[in-house]
């Protein structure tokens, strides 16, 4: 029994068509037929219907064969059209087998109908199949080619039969040259045999294998793919091929890697914030201790004058020690918020190192370390060597690598000092006699937060963040910072930076630190200042040294009293109540350009200094401030020896 026949019959004769139809089912078909006589009434069917077969007469009086024949293949659909005709002669049967009919029959002899329809629906069939295989093969084979993978398909034995365009895009050989070679030629020799030998293992026992590796392109470029390998098997289950996908995940690969640098770093940066912390929290608590704690006691020994100065040197030592590590944090958080701007000046090498020379002199005092000799070894015209640079930046450096040098230097020499690198560059070099630094930790100072392990290093605590903030402002200054060591023997830290020489300028005779009360009798100074504490202190200071002292706390009023007083100097706080020390100053200026006015304040970072320097000020003196600090500013600028 076969399946139901649909039957498109082409035929004019009703008696034929039924003689037709019952010679079908005699052979055991169950026919759905419809019949037709003209093209128009065959058009309509083939649109309407799908078709098993047509069978089709000849010669009819509105119709031919052929003319159907054509209509069929027109309408796409690759159905057996057998003619089955009276009348046909071997002439048209050859023609219409030629224009492309199944086969033909004459309506006397259809014993061969039956056969012929099978061996016709069967060949229908299998080009059917045919069709759709290469349909899909067409379709398999645009995709492989267009894949955005990489395919490569090797033989059993691992030599190359196939690989797509992509493959030649990323990896540069073309398939005539990939053909017939191993998949090693992409081998960058960077994953171990393992890695290999697993591969193998996994995809001969027919499973799949992924993972990522980095490969060699043809012109040595190493890429990483992220790579599946599966084996292909036949209907038998043996392995003919094998095919590899891969896709070039460099790029991703990049991103991942920066990305783990970022959080590393972020996690490195958190470490060292939070040990940072823990460090100056312990920093500060150690000076606060000191101060609380001396501070009562000065109290309940109020009548004992020995201990009143003891207890008093402590705290002052204290006090200045927590200052440095206030300096510091302040500079570090300026400098890391990008607001310390370079203001380039004239700089006279001579004055930065006489205050290095002060500076120092003052701080050997107080920290006990007199005994170090000191040089500073300036070069032999830096009183006439006048370059612009940002002066205050150039002094921050020296003194955070002096102060290094004396925080880690027992005994022996500590020199500072300057030669000529080339036209654009000084060399400024700061060596001491101290312990050195160890080699494995020499990579690591500048960096921030740094200090070495404190087991090695008892002479002093640090902060971690001086030779950071020095290679930091070496950098502003278009310099570079490095250092020579010998532990045990001492280190040497040089620094550069790009100078420009400006005309000198005659140079003022240094003055002398030595305080005689006649010598200051018949100045008056201006004391600008809204704190109560300080003018008592300035008061007492000032008037101990012989000067008349005139005292407001207000901006304007010392702008009125600047104009109507005979005032040398005037030392002008920043933050007043009314208007700004900036804006006093700008005022008084404006009446008497060649009154001297210091800037005194509690604004102490780099910046604060640049920016009276800026502005109408002559000098900067940073609060706290004592009679060493001040006596020289004082003498320089009213021109006295
Ligand atoms: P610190 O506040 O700890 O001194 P720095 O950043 O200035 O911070 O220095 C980092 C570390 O480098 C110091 O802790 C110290 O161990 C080492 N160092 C810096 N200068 C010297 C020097 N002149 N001699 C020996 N060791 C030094």
């Known amino acids: 029994m076969h399946d139901k026949l649909r039957i498109l019959l082409v035929e004019d004769s009703e008696d034929d068509a039924m003689l037709l139809l019952h010679h079908l089912r005699k052979g055991g078909y169950t026919i759905d037929y419809k019949r037709v006589e003209t093209a128009e009434s065959m058009a309509v069917l083939l649109k309407e219907d799908e078709w098993d077969i047509v069978l ?20 796409g659909h690759d159905v057996p059209f057998i003619i089955i005709s009276g009348t046909i002669g071997e002439e048209i049967a050859v023609e219409a087998m030629k224009s492309g009919a199944h086969d033909y029959l004459m309506k006397d002899h259809l014993t061969r109908l039956i056969p012929a329809i099978e061996r016709e629906l069967r060949e229908a069939k299998s080009r ?81 294998w992924s993972n990522e590796m980095i490969n060699k392109k043809k012109n040595g470029v190493l890429y990483w793919a992220s790579t ?32 783990i640098i970022a959080k590393e770093r972020a996690e490195e940066s958190d470490r060292m914030k ?18 609380v704690g001396f501070s009562d006691l000065l109290v309940s020994n109020f009548d004992n004058k020995e201990n009143l100065e003891q207890f008093s040197q402590i705290i002052k030592q204290r006090s200045s020690d927590l200052l440095e590590i206030i300096n510091s944090i302040l500079d570090i ?21 006489e205050d290095l020379s002060h500076f120092f002199g003052e701080y050997q005092q107080r920290t006990g370390k ?78 921030r937060f740094v200090k070495l392990n404190p087991e090695h290093y008892t002479l002093q605590d640090g902060t971690g963040l001086g030779l950071s903030i020095v290679k930091e402002l070496t950098e502003m200054l278009g310099g570079t910072v490095w250092f020579e060591s010998e532990p045990g023997k001492g280190s040497t830290f040089f620094f550069n930076i790009a100078y420009e020489m400006v ?31 300080n003018t008592l202190f300035l008061n007492h200071l000032l008037s101990g040294l012989g ?13 009125d009293l600047a104009s109507k007083l005979p005032i040398d100097l005037v030392l002008m706080d920043i933050a007043l109540p009314d208007i700004s020390g900036y804006e006093a100053t700008r005022l008084i200026k404006e009446q008497n350009q060649n009154l001297k006015i210091i800037a005194q304040t509690a604004y102490a970072t780099q910046e604060d200094i640049q920016k009276s320097f800026d502005s109408a000020f002559d000098d900067h003196i940073s609060k706290p401030y004592n009679l060493n600090k001040l006596l020289p500013i004082l003498k320089k600028h009213l021109k006295l020896k």
């Open 274 to 291: 939070t040990a940072f912390l823990h460090n100056i929290s312990h920093e500060i608590r150690t000076p606060m201790n000191s101060i």
């Open 370 to 447: 007199q005994s170090i000799e000191f040089i500073i070894n300036s070069l032999p015209v830096a009183s006439d060597f006048v370059i612009r640079t940002d002066a205050v930046k150039l002094k921050q450096i020296f003194i955070n690598l002096i102060t290094n040098a004396f925080k880690y230097t027992k005994s022996g020499r500590i020199e500072a000092g300057c030669k000529l690198e080339d036209d654009y560059h000084l060399q400024f070099y700061v060596s001491d006699t101290g312990i050195g630094i160890p080699k494995d930790a020499q990579k690591s100072i500048f960096e």
């Open 503 to 533: 005309l000198s300028t005659p140079h003022p005779k240094s003055a002398s630190t030595d305080s005689k009360n006649e010598l200051f009798k018949n100045y008056t100074i201006l004391v600008v200042e809204d704190d109560p504490g």
């Open 228 to 259: 599946s390998i599966s084996p292909i098997v036949d209907k038998n289950g043996i392995i003919t091929h094998y095919v590899g996908l891969s896709e070039d995940i460099s790029e991703k690969k990049k991103i991942e890697e920066e990305l």
């Open 56 to 75: 089709s007469d000849y010669v009819m009086p509105h119709f031919n064969g052929l003319d159907a024949l054509m209509m069929l293949k027109e309408s």
């Open 547 to 559: 000067f008349t002292v005139v005292y407001t706390q207000s901006g304007m009023e010392a702008v």
């Open 333 to 353: 958080a300026t400098i890391e918020s990008g607001q310390l701007p370079v203001r380039l000046g004239n700089c006279n090498l001579q004055d930065v190192f």
């Open 128 to 208: 059917a199949e045919r069709k759709q295989a290469e349909n899909q093969l067409r379709i398999l084979s645009r995709a492989v080619d267009q894949s955005p993978a990489m395919i490569l398909i090797t033989d059993t034995d691992g030599a190359i039969d196939y690989v797509n365009p992509k493959f030649t895009e990323v990896t540069g050989y073309s398939s005539m040259e990939a053909i017939g070679k191993n998949p090693r030629i992409l081998n960058s020799g960077k994953m171990a045999e393992s890695f290999f030998k697993e591969m193998w293992e996994t995809i001969s026992t027919r499973k799949t």
